[in-house]
């Protein structure tokens, strides 16, 4: 059975006092109310609460008992030098950071991230034991064009069918309709089916039928409270990616409850 993960992106928001009081919240509500135990919650804040972040994720008489796992928003392409600015993921992994988002589609549009340099990234988390969640998904001229598939199988082969079977088997993949980031509106469940499970063929023509069978594909287009249990109601959807409603603790817990049980 494969993983059901939720995965909060707090993009750039937050003061410190803000963000310590979103985590304090998060982790007594989750240690109270979770109703699905099986679901892996991910934060990822800004790099700088990452230590704040860990602080706060695990019961402090008993440190098995972790109510989120800690993740990042990017990584340098490089493993070290002159690049201001820059975090490595060696850095990461030293603060014990265990997931790292690379390729959102805000850092491809607005910083001319591509599809090589999301393959360099994501072989820099591999080689330090962080495991990336890679976006895709296309645009909204892609989609009225009908190249959402083209787009898509572009960014999976550039981006992450260079690596081995074993490598590609620890990845999470993450579906982004660009057109529904932050603009309120949702693919529906079948249109996100669809692509979902394209992605999950893509995978398994490539990598054969027991790696595609394993591999989380999370849904993050505006994926909400009242969105999240028709979406992940699907076969092949196994979790979102959440943007703006990670940003508040009823909402996000909604959305890590909102699984069939």
Request: with cysteine; proline share 3%.
């Amino acid at each position: 059975m494969r993983r059901k993960i939720v995965a909060g992106n707090w993009k750039m928001n937050k003061t410190f006092q803000e963000a310590e009081d979103l985590l304090d919240e998060l982790a007594g509500r989750l240690n109270e109310e979770q109703e699905d135990q099986d679901v892996e919650v991910i934060v990822c804040p800004p790099y700088l609460y990452v230590e704040m972040a860990h602080d706060l994720c695990s019961d402090e008489d008993d440190a098995t008992q972790v109510y989120y796992s800690v993740g990042v928003q990017d990584v340098s392409e490089h493993d070290k030098g002159a690049h201001t600015g820059e975090v490595s993921a060696a850095m990461l992994s030293s603060m014990d950071v265990e997931y790292c988002i690379v390729g959102h589609s805000e850092r491809r549009r607005y910083f001319g991230e591509t599809d090589a340099q999301v393959a360099r990234k994501v072989e820099q988390l591999l080689q330090n034991e962080i495991t990336p969640i890679v976006c895709c998904g296309e645009q909204a001229e892609d989609r009225e064009a009908g190249k959402q598939f083209e787009v898509i199988g572009r960014q999976l082969k550039e981006g992450l069918f260079n690596l081995k079977p074993l490598d590609f088997s620890r990845l999470i993949i993450a579906y982004e309709p660009v057109w529904a980031i932050g603009t309120g509106k949702t693919a529906t469940p079948e249109q996100a089916q669809e692509i979902h499970a394209w992605i999950r063929n893509q995978i398994q023509e490539q990598y054969g039928k027991e790696i595609a069978r394993v591999i989380p594909i999370l849904y993050g287009g505006s994926c909400n409270a009242k969105t999240a249990k028709d979406l992940f109601a699907q076969p092949d959807i196994d979790g979102g990616l959440i943007g703006g409603a990670s940003l508040n603790a009823d909402d996000f817990i909604a959305i890590v409850n909102s699984f069939d049980k």
